[in-house]
């Protein structure tokens, strides 16, 4: 018969903290023209708020991006692969009908656990 030790580590409770709907916009508002400027606004936004609260893109835990239309949206893929590196959070790719900006065509979500 096997014996088990009596002692339990203390799990760590994290707190979730999710940033929803940064948008690709220029600093006067408007959508660009071009959907993978409007990508690296929105990832350039991502990377803003991490900094500002002292994390980075390896403590994000999930991401998730809308996109209006798949057919223009491989630039954008391959700009978040390179922003993403080598941090693993777990993705969701969910079609939207529409946003709340005129002309826009994504907006980014993520989380991070602290």
Not at 41 to 55: F, G, M
Request: charged content about 20%; some cysteine; proline content about 6%.
């Amino acid at each position: 018969m096997q014996e088990f030790s009596s002692h339990v580590s203390p799990s760590t409770l994290t707190e979730d903290v999710s940033y929803d709907d940064i948008a690709g916009t220029l600093p006067d508002g408007r959508v660009p023209d071009v959907m993978a400027e409007e990508c690296q606004l929105a990832l350039a936004r991502v990377a803003d708020t991490l900094a500002e609260h002292d994390l980075t893109v390896q403590d994000i835990s999930q991401m998730a991006y809308m996109i209006g239309d798949s057919d223009n949206f491989a630039p954008c893929q391959r700009l978040i692969v390179e922003f993403l590196g080598n941090a693993t959070p777990i993705l969701t790719l969910r079609l939207t009908p529409s946003f709340q900006r005129p002309g826009q065509r994504l907006a980014l979500s993520f989380m991070v656990s602290r």
